[in-house]
């Protein structure tokens, strides 16, 4: 594995718990590897060295540019690749750069599979992701038992690149949902709703859904944890989207508005504020 973040660690433990064999790629950006390296992990200095003794490569990494990087790069994944080693990406990307780097990875002779995830770090641990997979048919039925190690739902989504289009379509419409309920919010606020009030007629109502009930912790005592996705990473993935919607000549006037609040948000902020902390920004944003 490559890339020990808060998803990462989970999905490393739990192919750990399953009895696989795994080395990871030492890093200043992963957590704490004291439980892994208990359970039976290794480490490697570079992801040349990891992929020369790895039949299978899970990439969790920020996104496009560090997976390029971390592919492409000097002492790279394709320096170290062995003929028929599987290269599956879980990170969120542009899919036209994921279909490149798949073809430089078939042309080195291995197989490339797109795997996006969605939910949290807590089912990450829980070995309960949702898994949204691109890739040919035969090398996906292949790695569904590794996938099945840290997902409970498992999508073949189509060819290579369609499970990284899915994952930018699921996150447009729930950051774009939790953006829009953010600004209601903070309208509501300024407006001398009380919060709760806010939360129950929005719930009995056309307003409920998983983004409100994400947020009503916020809402009703201020707790953040609810949903913890950095404003940094939720503009990255609107990014993504608007690029995506670009590439296709689809329509793109809400996805920009979105983009927009958030790189207010990143720029008039702390970019690593948990997404729920924009109710907060928004109240006290200046007036244009």
Same mark, same amino acid.
């Given at each position: 594995m490559i890339g020990i973040g808060m998803m990462g660690h989970g999905i490393a433990s739990n192919l750990l718990k399953h009895g696989h064999?795994?080395?990871?790629?030492?890093?200043p950006g992963n957590q704490p590897l004291d439980a892994l390296l208990a359970a039976g992990a290794r480490?490697?200095?570079?992801?040349? +060295?990891?992929?020369?003794?790895?039949?299978v490569v899970i990439l969790?990494?920020?996104? /496009?540019?560090q997976v390029e990087a971390v592919l492409t790069g000097e002492a790279g994944v394709l320096q170290g690749l062995r003929p028929g080693s599987i290269v599956i990406d879980c990170s969120t990307a542009v899919p036209t750069s994921t279909e490149k780097v798949a073809a430089l990875v078939v042309a080195q002779g291995g197989q490339f599979l797109d795997a996006p995830m969605t939910r949290?770090?807590?089912?990450?641990?829980e070995g309960r992701l949702n898994l949204l997979v691109g890739g040919d048919a035969a090398v996906f039925e292949t790695c569904r038992p590794i996938l099945a190690c840290f997902a409970e739902n498992i999508v073949h989504t189509g060819p290579i690149g369609s499970g990284h289009r899915m994952k930018l379509l699921h996150n447009y419409v729930s950051l774009g949902t939790v953006t829009l309920? +953010?600004?209601a919010a903070a309208c509501a606020q300024l407006s001398g709703i009380h919060a709760? /009030?806010?939360v129950d007629v929005l719930a009995m109502?056309?307003?409920?859904?998983?983004?409100?009930?994400?947020?009503?912790?916020?809402?009703?005592?201020?707790d953040t944890t609810g949903l913890r996705f950095s404003m940094s990473n939720a503009l990255k993935d609107l990014s993504y989207y608007n690029q995506m919607a670009t590439d296709t000549q689809a329509d793109r006037t809400v996805a920009q508005a979105v983009k927009t609040t958030l790189e207010a948000a990143c720029q008039q902020g702390d970019p690593q504020a948990l997404v729920p902390e924009l109710i907060a920004q928004l109240v006290q944003r200046p007036k244009r």
């Open positions: 064999s795994l080395s990871v790629l030492e890093h480490t490697c200095q570079t992801p040349q +060295a990891l992929a020369a003794q790895s039949d969790c990494v920020t996104g /496009t540019p949290t770090p807590k089912e990450a641990a309920l +953010a600004e709760q /009030t806010f109502g056309g307003g409920w859904g998983a983004a409100l009930e994400r947020l009503k912790p916020t809402l009703v005592n201020g």
